[in-house]
């Protein structure tokens, strides 16, 4: 607004609407793309053969699979709200809670082992990291080598057997490090003093905490949610690469369903339908967390 | 010789942590360096670097290319399409234009799978499945969180020094690129860095995109190596991971002071 008097700007106006035009052609391909899925849910289009030309409109057909099929959306649903509780909720966002607020009365070499520790797996590339933990969890792997084994017990296929916890803690190992930044920056924010007066006025660690400290970093704490909830959600790679959805459909969230409906049985439609339950459910996970950012008790 | 307020039970749980966080690798890097490596948790039998030669000649060789005309090309057309528009938006006047960019970024939260449906079936019409392609669609799913942060970064320019600029008898191009870029230097470096990697680490779009074994790039090579039953060369792929890891993980560490700032940037302007 106070910009708006700037004579550069004012006399270049052609300009820069020229400038802005390649972004405005491209987000208007993903406003296209949208509504193309979201037309695409009503039709019986096909990846492959007949259906791939010859669609027709379905009504809501797609939409009614979604919630009668057996094995399918629902259940899938389910295990995605699983893996986001436990991944992204209780393990990224509280451990990544706990461990800021424990170094953050440091800046010694512990921090920094800690910090880069947990950082390489964030920046670790997906694949490299479903890799690394498929030979971590396998038989002769880590896990069994150290823990199992020299315990004289039998090797566990944990991939094949504990598949949901495999990959719910592979990626809190991956992911924690955004919430941890996020909450550094979140407690800097913090005045000393304002906690130093809570501590004089008799306030212990835990109420200093709980009635001071994240009462201010609530703002922090709904971003955080809502990035990583979103994120977590609709996250494919690793899943993908480590299991494929499997053992059966016991990791098989709604991204990973996602894809194996459209692209490996080839039902576009049914797949667009799908894609838009996703986004209606980040919709309203979004609007709760951004009700959380806004209003103040 | 620093403020340390952790006790020492608290110290070692966190060092214990840090710890179990990197074992991991302990299996990767014991494999890579092993020229005889079997893919099990051993110290190297056979010490070389057979194995990172491999990882880098040949096909591997061509999807390391592979990945960094991709990554290297959605940065740039990303960010430049991205300052060319965040400029204007930070500057003109327009009603609800963070409204609109934050719906932009929302609805860029949806499944990227969601919206491959109709990308797949746009880029075979246009004869786009190809790293082009790739490109492009990174950068379209790319375009409205580059655009939040790029303006967020021309905001925190001083106006002042433009009008001075203009006083001085400036063009808009000069005060664009002797003032406002040199300014958002660590901002502009942060969203490259944030595509390349993003664009370095993709693997869902080149899977379906790439439809020859020459495109592949790293991940998808990778992907497609692990998944195949029966002899499986540990040692190449353990190099090879490592060797896909290292760009990522090195710009990351070498930016490590500017990343810092634009994350700040980024968590909680709302």
Request: proline share 4%; net charge positive; aromatic share 14%.
């Amino acid at each position: 607004m106070r910009h708006q008097a700037n004579p550069w700007i004012t006399s270049n106006l052609w300009l820069l609407s020229a400038a802005m035009l390649p972004a405005i052609i491209l987000i208007g391909a993903l406003l296209y793309f949208t509504g193309w899925a979201f037309t695409f849910s009503f039709t019986d289009l096909g990846l492959t053969g007949r259906k791939a030309v010859e669609w027709s409109w379905v009504g809501f057909d797609n939409y009614e699979r979604l919630f009668t099929r057996r094995g399918g959306f629902v259940d899938s649903f389910w295990t995605t709200v699983t893996f986001v509780f436990f991944s992204a909720i209780v393990g990224q966002s509280l451990l990544g809670f706990l461990l800021a607020s424990a170094l953050r009365q440091t800046y010694g070499t512990l921090r920094t082992v800690v910090e880069v520790a947990i950082m390489l797996g964030w920046l670790l590339p997906d694949i490299v990291a479903a890799f690394l933990w498929s030979a971590t969890t396998s038989q002769t792997g880590l896990i069994n080598s150290l823990l199992i084994v020299p315990f004289g017990l039998k090797p566990v296929n944990f991939i094949n057997d504990f598949a949901l916890p495999v990959v719910t803690i592979a990626n809190i190992w991956k992911g924690t490090a955004w919430s941890y930044l996020l909450f550094v920056a979140a407690l800097d924010s913090v005045p000393r003093e304002v906690i130093e007066a809570a501590k004089i006025d008799g306030a212990t660690r835990f109420q200093r905490m709980w009635m001071v400290v994240l009462p201010m970093i609530r703002p922090h704490i709904a971003t955080n949610m809502l990035f990583i909830t979103i994120w977590t959600f609709t996250y494919f790679p690793l899943i993908f690469a480590m299991t494929g959805g499997g053992p059966g459909k016991a990791t098989e969230t709604l991204a990973v369903f996602l894809y194996n409906q459209a692209f490996g049985r080839g039902n576009l439609g049914f797949g667009a339908a799908i894609s838009v339950a996703m986004l209606i459910i980040v919709g309203l996970l979004s609007t709760v967390y951004l009700r959380m950012l806004k209003e103040p008790k | 010789m620093e403020r340390t307020g952790l006790s020492r039970p608290m110290a070692i749980a966190l060092g214990l942590m840090a710890l179990v966080w990197v074992s991991p690798f302990a299996w990767l890097f014991g494999n890579a360096f092993d020229n005889a490596s079997v893919g099990r948790l051993n110290w190297p039998a056979e010490f070389g670097i057979d194995n990172f030669l491999h990882a880098v000649s040949g096909d591997a060789g061509r999807m390391f290319i592979n990945s960094l005309v991709i990554a290297a090309g959605t940065a740039t057309i990303s960010t430049f399409v991205g300052i060319c528009a965040a400029y204007p938006l930070s500057r003109l006047r327009m009603p609800g234009k963070n409204a609109l960019l934050w719906t932009l970024v929302l609805l860029r939260m949806l499944p990227a799978a969601g919206v491959l449906v109709p990308i797949y079936f746009t880029a075979q019409r246009a004869g786009l499945l190809n790293q082009l392609g790739v490109m492009l669609t990174l950068t379209v799913l790319n375009l409205p969180f580059t655009l939040l942060l790029l303006k967020n970064f021309f905001d925190t320019v001083p106006i002042e020094l433009e009008e001075a600029a203009y006083v001085d008898g400036a063009s808009l191009w000069q005060i664009v690129m002797n003032i406002v870029l040199p300014m958002s230097k660590a901002g502009i470096a942060v969203v490259w860095f944030f595509s390349f990697t993003g664009a370095w680490n993709e693997f869902l779009l080149p899977l379906i995109f790439s439809r020859v074994e020459a495109g592949f790039p790293m991940s998808v090579g990778l992907y497609a190596a692990f998944g195949r039953q029966g002899s499986i060369d540990y040692g190449f792929l353990t190099a090879f991971s490592i060797v896909y890891a290292a760009p990522a993980v090195g710009v990351y560490f070498l930016l490590r002071r500017n990343m810092n700032t634009g994350f700040a940037g980024v968590g909680v302007k709302g």
